[in-house]
């Protein structure tokens, strides 16, 4: 259909939006060379010259399109692509304090570096693909340099002459170590040159001691003594340093593709918005535009079934709108116009028109999406253990591999050096703090994600393991308890006035009023379609109330004091109104020509969900304590019809809030607070973590470590399990990482050997440290399907 209204704003009334090419052009027409509308030259006042050319456009917005990029918009060349932003940052996972331009390696760990910025680019990892053509590649050559070392000595196989056979391990190894463990060497000498010594300063020391050590046994045996010999021969270990190679490569990729997954969340959040929006024009005509062409003020067509493409208000249209991606309610909301609807949630019933309000970087999803993103790269508290740890651990490690050797060395048996040598490289191997340095991060990253889809916005690591230790949350009651918007809940009569009539007139007096109160009687008014008449003769009595003229009549509304100076008796409605205080209402008495015609009650209406959160959050052990500004007759009575408040703090200054949160915490107590205002922004910055209702102002939100995006106490919830779930799973992580460390470096230094014989080979070493990280890695994972 047309939209007639589209015309009153006349051609160009959207501003930016510009015409589609659905106009059918006459004798007298030109195309407008942006948006290719039929534009009239000598109606449009949009004109532009070009390198002797001029052109016509139908808006101004085509028109500066056009002057900042012509090349664009003439001839059959393609639009350009938005290029890539310059000087885009790249950090490190386990350290995101390593920040540079372009990708590389962590100075630190040695691990590779990941985009800072968030992308739909789901393409492949660069050293992902790197890694897996050196694995294949490193497993090719590896299955016959088995068969050719350990399967000729265990079972007296042999594939080449015995003269031959160091020299066929050397061909088939050097490949493996010198190209496809190059990688390893590299962050193993950077390693030791910004002294940061890491796991590949392992990897590097043991893969590289058993292949110089062979080389130089193959090339020159006669360098060794006697002693040293078997069998005739000095023996050579090429496989050991080719298996670990392979299997140190292959749990790289492991660890790749299992990191990969940890930034689906991000990737799933950023995909909620369409690629294309539909446009309508001011001729009433559609167009489908890329979402990047979309600007404030545009209006867009949304029909059942499709995406909000950004931040807008409904103007025509009816329709739920499901924001369960953004908000974890399963519910839709309807929509009607003059609703907000959020960018990337789904339309499911009726069509809907929309305008744009925010768009690009300022909508909320894309909000969202960095929040995620820097959460992601924040570091909690806990993971300093793990900092100290590996600070000392590998030159530990490095001191017990060299003690391994030399005890061996001296009282292990025959061949002794070669004991000495496989234990220590094992030590190495097995001791690599890849999985202790991924405990906390990846937990972090997937932990944050899953919040994201469950309507908890974390800002920082360090909040969502505080909120894991909270005993108490304090509740701001106005906007997080309740909706904060005063509503008409009753209209009572006495004598022959109708409710109604009784409304229309209030409604007149209060519109001349500031009272915050005030515009709850006349919404209630339009609501209902009354007809509200004008006031004349306005007066407003401090502490008392008002009065006007209305239609003939004296109205008055106020309290008791303000009855009597009009004459009325406000005895009859004494018992009604203080059933309605206790209920949390606020009431104010009516009189017409100086009698009681009746009374009003405004409240602010208690949340759908407020008792059942509070009910659920005591299921998670959490004291619950509601501050608010109001008196303490409204606040016991919020207090009473939700239950579940241990305790109320009333008539509170916003210093007042800051107060008692630091009271709280004093006591010994670990503190959340929950609010919305702008009056509650010092008390959420003192808390041991904030958390802002999203529904909320800026302040707040700014002051808070968490943020609930649909501003629903149902959502803090989810956050504890949240913080909880995560905390228990990096308790997980490094209880395994130290128990898998504990445990490996021992046996592999060969301690079980005396009692059972038992020793650890550098290629089980290598396997069980490949599988240790990649173990870390898939228990975080598992956040994703955590019950919030």
């Known amino acids: 259909m047309k939209h007639d209204r589209h015309a009153g704003h006349g051609a160009h009334g959207l501003g930016r939006n510009c015409c589609s090419s659905g106009s059918t052009p006459t004798a007298s027409t030109v195309k407008d060379p942006v948006c290719g509308m039929s534009v009239d030259p000598a109606a449009t006042p949009h004109h532009a010259q070009h390198e002797g050319h001029e052109y016509h456009f139908c808006s101004a917005g085509c028109r500066t399109k056009f002057v900042t990029d012509p090349s664009a918009y003439l001839g059959d060349r393609p639009r350009p692509e938005p290029k890539a932003t310059p000087g885009a940052m790249w950090t490190c996972p386990m350290h995101p304090e390593i920040r540079r331009e372009g990708p590389g390696t962590c100075p630190i760990c040695g691990m590779a570096l990941e985009p800072e910025e968030p992308s739909l680019d789901d393409g492949p990892n660069p050293e992902l693909v790197d890694f897996t053509r050196r694995t294949w590649v490193a497993g090719v050559l590896t ?447 009516v009189s017409l020509d100086g009698r009681l015609a009746g009374l009003l009650a405004v409240a602010d209406p208690l949340k759908d969900s407020a008792r059942t959160a509070i009910a659920d959050l005591h299921t998670e052990d959490l004291r619950v304590v509601m501050l608010t500004g109001d008196g303490h007759g409204t606040a016991d009575a919020v207090a009473r019809m939700i239950g579940g408040i241990d305790e109320v703090h009333a008539d509170l200054k916003p210093e007042d809030k800051a107060r008692i949160v630091v009271e709280l915490k004093a006591q010994g107590a670990v503190v959340a607070m929950a609010g919305d205002g702008i009056n509650d922004a010092p008390a959420l910055a003192a808390a041991d973590v904030g958390v802002a209702m999203g529904t909320g102002t800026d302040v707040a939100i700014e002051s808070a470590g968490m943020t609930l995006t649909k501003g629903d106490l149902s959502a803090m919830v989810r956050a504890r399990r949240l913080a909880r779930a995560t905390m228990r799973n990096i308790r997980q992580n490094l209880l395994f990482s130290f128990l898998f460390n504990g445990i490996g470096v021992p046996v592999a230094a060969g301690i079980l050997y005396p009692v059972a014989g038992i020793l650890l080979s550098p290629m089980l070493a290598g396997a069980a440290m490949a599988l240790s990280s990649f173990a870390v890695v898939t228990n975080a994972l598992r956040l994703n399907g955590a019950r919030l």
Not at 239 to 262: N, Y
Not at 299 to 318: F, K
Not at 448 to 477: F, S, Y
Not at 560 to 576: F, H, I, L, S, Y
């Open 143 to 589: 299955v016959p340099l088995v068969m050719v070392s350990m399967v000729a000595e265990m079972l007296g196989i042999h594939f080449v002459p015995p003269a031959w056979n160091p020299w066929v391990q050397l061909a088939l190894t050097a490949p493996i170590v010198l190209w496809a463990g190059w990688p390893f060497f590299e962050r193993g000498w950077a390693s030791l040159r910004t002294r940061h010594l890491n796991m590949f300063t392992l990897i590097a020391i043991g893969v590289g001691a058993a292949f110089l050590y062979s080389l130089v046994a193959t090339v020159s045996p006669g360098l060794f003594p006697p002693t040293f010999r078997m069998r005739g021969m000095v023996p050579v270990y090429y496989e050991a340093a080719g298996v670990v190679v392979t299997l140190v490569l292959l749990g790289q990729v492991l660890e790749l593709r299992a990191r990969a997954a940890t930034g689906r969340a991000i990737r799933a959040l950023m995909d909620l918005a369409p690629k294309t929006a539909r446009r309508i024009s001011p001729d009433g005509s559609e167009a489908e535009i890329s979402l990047a062409d979309v600007f404030v003020g545009d209006w867009l067509r949304v029909r059942p079934g499709e995406a909000i493409p950004v931040d807008s208000e409904v103007v025509e249209g009816r329709s739920s709108v499901d924001e369960s991606m953004l908000t974890g309610e399963p519910a839709p909301v309807l929509k009607e116009v003059g609703a907000t609807v959020t960018g990337g949630t789904v339309n499911t019933t009726g069509a809907l028109v929309i305008q744009a309000r925010a768009v690009g970087a300022d909508t909320v999803l894309a909000r969202i999406v960095k929040m995620v993103a820097e959460a992601q790269r924040s570091r909690a508290p806990i993971q300093a253990v793990a900092d100290r740890i590996s600070g000392w651990f590998v030159p530990l490690v490095v001191a017990i591999a060299v003690a391994t050797f030399v005890v061996w060395n001296l009282v292990g048996p025959e061949p002794r050096f070669g004991h000495a040598l496989l234990n220590a490289i094992a030590v190495l191997i097995i001791a690599c703090p890849c999985a202790l340095g991924l405990a906390t991060p990846m937990s972090i990253m997937v932990g944050t994600g899953r919040g994201a889809h469950a309507g908890v916005l974390v800002k920082n690591a360090e909040a969502l393991q505080a909120l894991d230790r909270v005993d108490t949350l304090v509740i701001d009651k106005t906007g997080t308890l309740t909706e904060g918007r005063p509503k008409l809940v009753a209209v009572e009569t006495l004598g022959e006035v109708r409710e109604d009539e009784l409304l229309s007139l209030a409604a007149a007096v209060e519109a001349r009023s500031e009272h915050p109160l005030a515009h709850a009687i006349v919404v209630a008014a339009e609501e209902r379609g009354l007809e509200v008449p004008s006031a004349e003769d306005f007066a407003s009595v401090t502490g008392a109330g008002v009065s006007a003229r209305v239609a003939g009549r004296r109205v008055a509304i106020g309290n008791g004091t303000m009855m009597r100076a009009e004459g009325a008796d406000p005895e009859p409605a004494r018992a009604n109104a203080e059933a309605r205080r206790l209920e949390g209402a606020g009431v104010m008495l």
